[in-house]
């Protein structure tokens, strides 16, 4: 994948994707968008906030921001998490380290540790790799993300970051939904940046109950949740 390095909004840095012509977060801010988006609209913020453990899957690893930032605050916090993300192609250290996200973490070590973890994995890794680092532990899926198996009841919440569904549309499908929705604890919610029709539509047809709520502070307008009721 050819990618370059762009500053966001709020100072921190995201990569474009000339594969998918889009970047990876929100260019009005990548870590105000991770923490709005995924770990306060999905409820994943309350529940470490309260020492409740967090069982999370993502579409999309990407950078890993999303998974540095709740890992992160688990550890803050001191409560377990277990975090699973998809991802067909896993970066190299060298890449995650050029963007500087160390410096938002008050655990910085957790990001260090990774790079040593994915330099140990080689070049171009596949199958189910495991990352821990005290009571955080990262699952990485990786290969093409329609084919994982997800399980049933485990999650607290989904991070459905995957590119928009014009560009990445075999992540936005209704197959690969039924999938999320099955994976997901009931009560459990699916927060995600997109609010088009098509896909508020198609995860109300499932049974998901679907709202738009605020987004970011100086970012997008609305973002969706939905939760398996
Ligand atoms: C928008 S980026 C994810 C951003 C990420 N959550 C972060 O914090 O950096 C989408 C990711 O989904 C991955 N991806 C796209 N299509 C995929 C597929 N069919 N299977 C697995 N991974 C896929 C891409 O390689 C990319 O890393």
Redesign the pocket.
């Known amino acids: 994948?050819s990618l370059k390095q762009e500053p966001t909004a709020d100072g921190s840095q995201t990569l474009y994707s000339e594969r998918y012509g889009q970047t990876?977060?929100s260019d009005k801010g990548a870590v105000t968008e991770?923490k709005h988006v995924f770990l306060w609209a999905s409820g994943v913020t309350a529940r470490l906030e309260r020492s409740l453990t967090a069982s999370i899957l993502?579409?999309?690893?990407?950078?890993?921001?999303?998974f540095f930032l709740s890992a992160d605050l688990a550890l803050k916090t001191e409560t377990p998490m277990t975090f699973v993300s998809?991802?067909?192609?896993l970066l190299s250290s060298e890449t995650v380290q050029g963007l500087g996200y160390e410096e938002g973490l008050e655990h910085p070590e957790l990001l260090t540790d990774y790079c040593q973890f994915r330099d140990a994995l080689g070049p171009e890794p596949g199958g189910k790799q495991v990352f821990k680092f005290k009571d955080v532990r990262l699952e990485l899926l990786l290969g093409?993300?329609?084919e994982q198996n997800l399980g049933e009841n485990r999650f607290d919440a989904i991070?459905q970051?995957?590119?928009s569904p014009d560009a990445?549309a075999?992540?936005w499908s209704e197959t690969f939904f039924t999938k999320l929705l099955h994976a997901l604890k009931p009560g459990g919610k699916l927060t995600t940046y997109s609010v088009k029709g098509e896909i508020r539509r198609r995860l109300k047809s499932l049974g998901f109950e679907v709202e738009k709520i605020p987004g970011p502070v100086g970012g997008k307008r609305e973002m969706l949740r939905a939760t398996k009721v």
Do not use: K, P, R
Not at 58 to 65: R, S
Not at 86 to 89: A, G, T, Y
């Open positions: 994948m990876f977060h991770s993502e579409v999309g690893f990407g950078t890993g921001l999303n998809l991802e067909q192609s093409e993300a329609t991070y970051d995957a590119f990445n075999e992540l």
